[in-house]
Nanobody
């Protein structure tokens, strides 16, 4: 009942920048936390950054100072600005959104994933 559409992945050179976007739609009443996770080949999915409804944000140590998460609550959209990317940032990036449906039920939905490749 909630759809997440991600965009913005691709190939970028080390030291470059990339912006990911994720838009949530459906029978949404309230959106709470919105976040980005990533999964590199052979590794477990890990948290990259999360932003709460009050716009407070938390980051993985590996991306602090390089990545910035933000949200547009009016559009149920979350962005991830990735600067100074490194080859170790190569992964599939997944959007995750938690909230409440119009029915009163709580939801936690994942996007389909967008590939980010950092290579020269």
């Amino acid at each position: 009942q909630v759809q997440l559409v991600e965009s913005g992945g691709g190939l970028v050179q080390p030291g470059g920048s990339l912006k990911l976007s994720c838009a949530a739609s459906g029978r949404i009443s309230v959106v709470d936390a919105m976040g980005w996770y990533r999964q590199a080949p052979g590794k477990q999915r890990e948290l990259v950054a999360v932003v709460a409804s009050d716009e407070s944000a938390e980051y993985a140590d590996s991306v602090k100072g390089r990545f910035t998460i933000s949200r547009d609550s009016a559009k149920n959209t979350v962005l991830l600005q990735m600067n100074s990317v490194q080859p170790e940032d190569t992964a599939v990036y997944f959007c995750n959104v938690k909230g409440q449906l119009t029915t009163g039920s709580f939801f936690a939905s994942w996007g389909q994933g967008t590939q980010v490749n950092v290579s020269s």
